[in-house]
């Protein structure tokens, strides 16, 4: 065993978490016996790992994407209307969506980098014009339908040698996180890390970071656009599809123990939090707790991971004080 | 050391209050919560819910076996049981007439589609000259101000369709004493000043509806799952609380009541895991249709066979319905009660009694007639429910 994967600061808690869902998972649901449940799971969590993923390069470069909720649900609305039930349409109406979520990333990047918007506000605002547009566009009500063909991707499976039936949106998912991964380990994704970590040492040693920001948003937008097709695929038209997204893709970042701010953390990570959370989800479910809770655990998580995050080892010593630290000076009992 | 203990306090503290779901029952009841149902827990036998009235339950059960009067074929005339009152005050022959509508929201396909439906009626009476409506985006306080502004203008009659009961009550008076004839549609307010209150029978008979067919179609201690939109709304409470009261001596045993917020993919969601949860689903009751497509689809990609369930009068699930050949019903709030309160400003216009509380027929739709309600041509979500199929102009501005 000379290979050791290598885990960037950060990832082995939300695995450590992951696995203990999982397997309370199996211990609960009969369903998760065999590989069939869990790529289930997969499917269900693969949007919100997509745009978990997108999610993770804005907030590691130092921002935030508020929009990505109101990016999926237009995403969906625009391609049932322009589809409308017709199969021939599948095609250049899954570029046209790709295409738009690119155009809004790039909106939301330009806007933050060459006008010096913060990216919170930036975000914020194409979440409420794009919200606006959709219901004006449709008055509250969706009209058309989309294709089979376009439904695939979300709802339909392969089969696959060895495996047997995979879902696309596994396979898709599974494609989105190697090159996230690829792309991280590259020089780009470095310097990417590095502009959230401190803008100014990367702009003297002559990286561009506007152009790194603008890249996040603009992958950020195309990862939401790609989430859209599968929810789409998944359950169909809603205006509601993907109202509360954003905040789950930025909980699952932040489960995956990203630094909110930027600067730290690994894009694997992320995308085990966002799986995390939905089988965190599937598990409450499944002992009965109320679906209403799912906010309030999505709130107790944000906090306590970003306290977790800034006391960081503050917290540890003074929890396990010994065996870190044997030589650490004795502290005065405040209490 | 008293702070080690003091943090082991708290975190039980907080890991008991996370793990006891139940808790809000009670409290909850001022702020509008539910009262019967806590999340996920099985309450096949729960108590009662809060808004369960025994006399308009029996009430509204009734009327669905009453014989309308009113001419045949088009429901959106009838009336079940009239009271009627005399209107002569209201009089004011000669046409001419300035119809205002002040509309609680267009934010749903339901009320679309309706709101489609009475534009058209509108033009269906030459003697109506203006028709002005101001939408409240489901906003009360804009509802208020959009009543208050109705009231300065200068309508021969003020129709509303009212956002919420209790707090656009003191609005729908402040109409009533402008002497303008005031016609309620929809949901209710607790006032009788109004020339006429117009609704279907009611949400105590929709939930009945598709409770009863669960009875009925599902073998005794069938595995229900009842899935809901949110709670605190009275319209969809009374649906549950019927269904409730109905599963209650069933046999039938209710293993969740889940709220779906009406979005596809959490319903779809929920579906799956109750069906991984429970092995098998045997039937499933909803107070709504919109999702009802998703839950089909739940089963469908489980790959069981799709159980008795309770749908609504959209076209996607009555296609699906079609298609499949499944074990299905769709009470309906019927969308041509929008037609209606036209029909009702008119008719007190010209001093023709009118109803005091005009009740419409609500049909359900049932296995062997859903084809004639299938409408290859008009968009997924639109109303089978409309009547509008004769109108002039139909289907253009549905589509």
Redesign the interface.
């Given at each position: 065993m000379t290979w050791r994967p290598r885990l960037a600061e950060g990832t082995a808690p939300v695995l450590v978490v992951l696995l203990l869902l999982l397997v309370g998972l199996a211990i609960v649901g009969p369903a998760y016996d065999e590989p069939s449940g869990y790529l289930a799971l997969l499917k269900r969590a693969a949007p919100l790992v997509v745009l978990a993923i997108g999610q993770y390069f804005v907030i590691v470069s130092g921002g935030f994407d508020l929009s990505v909720g109101a990016l999926v649900t237009a995403g969906v609305v625009i391609a049932a209307r322009l589809i409308n039930g017709s199969e021939s349409a599948t095609v250049w109406v899954i570029l046209l969506v790709l295409g738009f979520g690119v155009l809004v990333g790039l909106v939301n990047g330009l806007v933050t980098t060459k006008l010096l918007v913060p990216s919170f506000i930036v975000t914020l605002g194409m979440l409420l014009v794009l919200d606006g547009a959709i219901f004006l566009w449709t008055g509250g009500a969706p009209r058309g339908a989309l294709s089979a063909g376009f439904r695939m991707f979300g709802r339909g499976a392969v089969d696959v040698p060895v495996l047997g039936k995979v879902p696309w949106s596994v396979l898709i998912l599974l494609a989105v996180l190697a090159a996230a991964v690829l792309f991280m380990r590259g020089g780009t994704g470095r310097a990417l890390v590095a502009a959230g970590d401190n803008e100014a040492a990367v702009r003297l040693s002559g990286g561009r970071v506007d152009r790194l920001r603008l890249l996040a948003f603009v992958l950020s937008g195309l990862l939401a656009a790609i989430a859209a097709i599968l929810l789409g695929g998944f359950a169909s038209v809603s205006a509601q599809v993907g109202d509360g997204l954003e905040f789950r893709a930025i909980t699952a970042v932040v489960l995956g123990g990203v630094l909110l701010g930027g600067g730290r953390g690994s894009v694997v990570a992320a995308a085990a939090g966002a799986l995390s959370l939905e089988a965190l989800f599937t598990l409450l479910n499944l002992l009965g707790v109320s679906g209403a809770l799912e906010s309030a655990v999505q709130g107790v998580i944000i906090i306590a991971a970003v306290a977790y995050a800034s006391l960081g080892s503050g917290v540890r010593l003074r929890l396990w004080p010994k065996q870190r630290n044997p030589v650490r000076p004795a502290q005065p009992e405040s209490s | 050391?008293?702070?080690k203990w003091?943090i082991v306090v708290v975190a039980g503290a907080l890991a008991l209050a996370?793990?006891s779901?139940d808790l809000p029952d009670d409290k909850a009841a001022p702020s509008g919560g539910s009262a019967s149902s806590?999340?996920?827990?099985p309450s096949s036998d729960a108590s009662k819910s809060k808004f369960f009235d025994q006399a308009e339950y029996d009430r509204q059960l009734a009327f669905r076996n009453a014989t309308p009067e009113g001419p045949d074929g088009k429901p959106w005339e009838q009336m079940l049981q009239p009271e009627m009152v005399d209107t002569a005050k209201f009089a004011k022959p000669g046409g001419n007439y300035t119809l205002c509508f002040s509309n609680a929201?267009?934010?749903?396909?339901w009320?679309?589609v309706g709101y489609k439906t009475m534009q058209q009626e509108v033009k269906l009476h030459p003697e109506i000259t203006k028709f002005t409506v101001l939408d409240a985006e489901a906003k009360d306080d804009k509802q208020i101000s959009d009543i208050q502004s109705l009231s300065g203008q200068n309508c021969s009659a003020i129709i509303i369709s009212p956002n919420t009961t209790a707090t656009l009550t003191p609005a729908v008076e402040q109409a009533c004493k402008t002497g303008v004839p005031v016609i309620v549609f929809d949901r209710g307010v607790n006032t009788d000043c109004q020339a006429t209150f117009i609704h279907p029978i009611g949400g105590f008979a929709f939930g009945a509806d598709g409770a009863e067919f669960l009875k009925e179609k599902v073998k005794p201690g069938g595995k229900v799952l009842a899935l809901r939109i949110l709670p605190g709304v009275d319209v969809l409470e009374q649906r549950w609380a019927a269904a409730n009261e109905i599963f209650a001596g069933s046999g039938l045993k209710v293993v969740g009541v889940?709220?779906t917020?009406?979005?596809?993919?959490?319903?779809?969601?929920?579906v799956?895991?109750y069906i991984?949860?429970e092995?098998q689903i045997d039937g499933v009751w909803m107070d709504a249709g919109a999702?009802a497509?998703?839950a089909v689809?739940a089963f469908q990609?489980a790959g069981v066979d799709v159980p008795a369930i309770v749908g609504e009068d959209q076209q996607?699930f009555l296609r699906l319905w079609a298609d499949e050949g499944l074990t299905a019903v769709a009470p309906t709030y019927p969308t041509y009660q929008w037609r209606t309160p036209i029909i009702a400003a008119l008719k007190v216009l010209k001093g023709e009694q009118v109803p005091k509380e005009w009740v419409l027929p609500q049909p359900r739709i049932t296995g062997d007639k859903v084809k004639e309600y299938v409408k290859q041509d008009m968009?997924?979500?639109h109303y089978a429910m409309c009547g509008c199929e004769d109108m002039p102009g139909y289907p253009g501005p549905w589509?």
């Open positions: - | 050391m008293t702070r003091a996370g793990c779901s806590s999340g996920g827990s929201s267009v934010d749903n396909p009320r679309q889940e709220f917020d009406g979005d596809a993919a959490k319903t779809k969601g929920i799956t895991d991984q949860r092995g999702t497509v998703a689809e990609d996607d968009p997924p979500l589509k």
